[in-house]
């Protein structure tokens, strides 16, 4: 059996069944209008059917029902003996009648248990030709609602169906708490639910308020990231709860977060206590080239964060502390200071480059930067793009240093071993475009120029090319 699939349909309309395997434990559920519902097992045409729900009536011949009875325990038991199924695994479905469908290996066979939300009454056919058992259930009662009709009438409706989220567990084993409505699955659990996957060690799942607590290797995935961590508690309803020791891959904004306890608070909105965040991915087990930390951290993704009590560093090394940060968790263009780059070395001294980016329409933008080298020089930098279509676009930048803060070459040598002499001030200029020329051929342009005051020169080299 490979991973359940549930069907969930209204009146004739059938939705195909996910993931299912064609060799068998396939399950699918189909809800009708009229207070009946049908879970479809899919399993072989030579499958025994003991039916172990208490009170149920025993076949009446070789032609009728396998079995038929009546349930106020909450749950419909059937055995299918020599029939086998490799692990455990358990759906939770949106139907009006059965609440969650439960495959559970037993020596000779497979118990199949169909939890209901209101007494039943039921058939089970026999195994069809190509090995479906199917088992049709009535409600024995639907509830009435007393509403306002037109012109302030009352009048009795019966309550709509509403298709929920349903959850699918994978499991090693479940076992069920009737009396808590609880179930507990250990052993590589795989729960999901909608684009959302949870898996882990243990879960328990607490069906009558939606929420999952996890241990062990927890490792959460959705659209909007992924978040690993030694423990969990979600509220699987409006996606909400925490992580302990937890570490969260935020997509599409990019940021890494670390922290002791990371707290999804529904939707996009996070908070980090005593947590670490960077967006520099080195891999392995060198550390970020810079990251910031602080005593707590609310992130919105594809909106703004905030940190408090915010110690930059560099690589792990605290530089300099701030009791507020803001900072950009989006990624529309949108214009404003965009994350600085920090760094360290013996010639350069401290390194503090601020970028800003001017989103100046959709086919154009623009970035200025600040370099600021406390051992070498201080400049400014700036680069404009544009994409006037998908065969013309390009890009052109520059920037100017003043070197008046290095005084001495610091060492610094030429290739016949002399001292070097720096100018004082210094630029470049580059920039390339690509355009559709005459006929099939295409028009590229290159240009680089640096200033060398030195020889009263200036270096430059543009290059014109055709295709």
């Avoid at 011949?61 to 009875?69: D, H, I, L, V």
Wanted: hydrophobic share 35%.
């Amino acid at each position: 059996m490979g991973r359940w699939a549930c069907v969930l349909a209204f009146a004739l309309s059938v939705t195909p069944a996910l993931g299912a395997d064609a060799s068998g434990g396939e399950v699918q559920v189909l809800s009708g209008t009229d207070a009946a519902s049908a879970v479809t097992v899919r399993a072989r045409p030579e499958v025994r059917i003991e039916d172990r729900t208490p009170g149920a009536k025993p076949p009446t011949g070789p032609r009728g029902p396998a079995s038929t009875g009546e349930t106020f325990t909450d749950e419909v038991l059937l055995f299918l003996r020599d029939f086998s199924v490799p692990r455990a695994a358990a759906i939770d479905v949106g139907d009006s009648l059965v609440s969650t469908v439960r495959l559970s290996p037993e020596v000779g066979g497979t118990l199949v248990s169909v939890f209901v939300r209101q007494p039943v009454t039921y058939t089970v056919s026999r195994p069809s030709a190509i090995g479906d058992v199917r088992i049709e259930l009535r409600g024995r009662s639907r509830p009435l609602t007393v509403v306002t009709g037109p012109r302030g009438q009352p009048r009795v409706t019966r309550p709509k169906q509403v298709g929920e989220g349903e959850i699918a567990v994978d499991a090693e084993s479940l076992s069920y708490d009737q009396e808590a409505n609880t179930l507990t699955a250990r052993g590589g659990v795989t729960l999901k639910r909608g684009d959302t996957t949870l898996t882990a060690d243990e879960v328990v799942y607490d069906r009558t308020r939606g929420i999952a607590e996890a241990s062990g290797h927890v490792v959460l995935t959705d659209p909007q990231g992924t978040m690993e961590g030694d423990f969990a508690h979600l509220n699987l309803d409006d996606e909400s709860g925490w992580f302990d020791n937890a570490t969260a891959d935020l997509q599409p904004s990019g940021y890494t977060v670390r922290g002791t306890r990371i707290e999804k608070q529904g939707g996009p909105l996070y908070s980090v206590a005593r947590g670490v965040f960077t967006t520099c991915r080195c891999g392995g087990l060198e550390g970020p080239s810079w990251s910031i930390a602080g005593a707590q951290t609310d992130v919105k993704v594809q909106g703004w964060g905030l940190v408090r009590s915010a110690t930059f560093r560099v690589k792990d090394v605290p530089v300099f502390w701030l009791p507020y940060l803001p900072f950009p968790a989006s990624t529309n263009r949108e214009s404003g200071f965009l994350m600085p780059r920090l760094g360290y070395s013996n010639r350069r001294g401290f390194q503090y480059e601020q970028p800003f980016f001017w989103a100046i329409s959709k086919s154009t933008d623009a970035t200025v930067a600040v370099d600021v080298e406390t051992a070498a020089r201080v400049g400014l930098l700036g680069e404009y793009r544009y994409f006037l279509s998908r065969q013309a676009h390009g890009s052109f930048g520059g920037a100017y240093y003043n070197e008046q803060i290095r005084g001495t070459s610091q060492g610094t040598v030429t290739t016949t071993g002399e001292p070097a002499n720096i100018p004082e001030n210094r630029f470049v200029i580059t920039g390339h475009h690509i355009q559709p020329f005459y006929w099939k051929s295409r028009f590229y342009l290159d240009l680089f120029a640096v200033s060398e005051e030195t020889t009263g020169n200036v270096g430059h080299m543009t290059a014109v090319a055709f295709e």
